[in-house]
């Protein structure tokens, strides 16, 4: 059985740093595209940051740039989400997920073929 858990959120003030974790079990997912989508409260699932099997290529979305760092560990199957400089809006329930797409990083999530169950993250102003 394929699982994703995500771990590392919680609440923090504004300008503050979370770092997020995401373990993969029952597959390796080595070959394979990953990333991290959030959903705020009345909002749709959002692409946050997605990261190349080899980890060379990452891509975020524009009000993330230069905050978050995505990155992986193949070895030890998890990747990770570093998150500086923290704001209010920056507040969701965090998904990590996998696609089965090797050799591109999809930015929807109907490409991704397998979701953890969420963390939550929540920046007080």
């Known amino acids: 059985q394929v699982q994703l858990v995500e771990s590392g959120g919680g609440l923090v003030q504004t300008g503050g740093s979370l770092r997020l974790s995401c373990a993969t079990s029952?597959?390796?997912?080595?070959?394979?595209?990953m990333a991290w989508f959030r959903q705020a409260p009345g909002k749709e699932h959002v692409f946050v940051a997605g990261?190349?099997?080899?980890?060379?290529?990452?891509y975020y979305a524009d009000s993330v740039k230069g905050r978050f760092t995505i990155s992986r560990d193949n070895a030890k199957n998890t990747v990770s989400l570093q998150m500086n400089s923290l704001r209010p809006e920056d507040t969701a329930v965090y998904y990590c997920?996998?696609?089965?797409?090797?050799?591109?990083?999809?930015?929807?999530?109907?490409?991704?073929?397998?979701w953890g169950q969420g963390t939550q993250v929540t920046v007080s102003s």
């Open positions: 997920a996998a696609s089965l797409r090797e050799f591109t990083v999809p930015l929807q999530g109907r490409d991704y073929n397998y």
């Open positions: 029952g597959r390796t997912f080595s070959r394979n595209a």
């Open positions: 990261i190349s099997m080899s980890g060379i290529s990452s």
